[in-house]
């Protein structure tokens, strides 16, 4: 018995090392980072005193503060409802077998795979405004051509566009794995009962896809929280803070300039932390409620 028990905590023990190093490590340095006055100096040698919650109040003292906050609201909503409206509807109409049906889908996957230094680096070209295949398609259509990327009004606009471009494969893949679980003969009982295609996804289709649905969307905002490589890529959060979120945010208050301030940036980092463990715990809390009804 003891044996077997030693065992199980020898499998047990890699993902253990894994968790402590690669999870719990780094999140209790950013605490210390966050909770005393860093220089670079005191980041080298060590000894930077303990300042308590300082950051946190120089941080939400910053007017910087609000537009990151809203900028990433606006940012991390308006993504994850179009990636799982998109791709929800394109996992319904892969669902039906067709021609192609797995070239296709294959193709989708595209935007998910390519590094997002690329995907980023191709949407900045295609929304240049002096260059961009956007702006062209556009007059040529006889509208106006639009500030894509140094505009205030759209910089925001551009990097989310591209954001939900590359969300979408994700989205698809899950929710179509989800829509193959669902036994045939629930809709065969659904057009027994005389159910419209619209009748059936609604009353059918779409509750029994809520579980995945909930994991999907988790997931999504766990992850859009944390973008920053295509805001970065494409304005660098600008033009004036347009487009900056707490996520650039924080990078660019830790190394954007030559006097960084380890401290604000970490402070940052973790609210951006505490936001995804209060979805998580949301998550938790609706899957209890569900499953006691």
Not at 97 to 117: D, E, G
Request: proline share 5%.
């Amino acid at each position: 018995m003891l044996r077997k028990q030693l065992a199980g905590w020898a499998f047990l023990l890699p993902l253990v090392a894994y968790l402590l190093l690669c999870y719990v490590y780094p999140l209790l340095t950013n605490i210390d980072l966050s909770i005393r006055d860093y220089t670079v100096r005191s980041f080298v040698h060590g000894g930077a005193p303990l300042i308590g919650f300082g950051n946190y109040v120089t941080v939400f003292a910053d007017p910087t503060f609000g537009t990151a906050l809203r900028n990433t609201v606006v940012f991390t909503v308006t993504s994850l409802v179009f990636q799982y409206v998109i791709g929800l509807a394109l996992a319904v109409f892969f669902a039906r077998s067709f021609r192609l049906s797995a070239t296709l889908r294959a193709l989708m996957l595209v935007p998910w795979l390519l590094p997002l230094i690329v995907s980023a680096s191709t949407w900045a070209w295609m929304l240049n405004s002096e260059a961009g295949v956007v702006n062209a398609v556009l007059a040529f259509l006889g509208f106006g051509t639009v500030d894509w990327l140094t505009s205030p009004d759209w910089s925001l606009v551009a990097v989310t566009i591209a954001n939900i471009w590359i969300g979408i494969p994700f989205n698809l893949v899950v929710l179509y794995s989800g829509l193959r679980t669902i036994p045939a003969e629930v809709y065969e009982a659904s057009s027994l009962d005389g159910a419209s295609r619209w009748q059936t996804f609604w009353h059918v289709t779409f509750p029994m896809l809520r579980p995945i649905s909930g994991v999907t969307l988790l997931l999504g905002l766990v992850y859009t929280l944390k973008v920053f490589d295509i805001i970065w890529i494409m304005t660098r959060g600008g033009p004036t803070g347009s487009s900056t979120t707490l996520a650039t945010w924080s990078y660019e208050l830790g190394f954007g300039s030559m006097l960084p301030r380890f401290g604000p940036s970490a402070a940052v980092g973790n609210v951006l932390i505490l936001f995804a463990v209060a979805a998580g715990l949301l998550y938790v809390r609706g899957q209890r409620h569900q499953e006691a009804a």
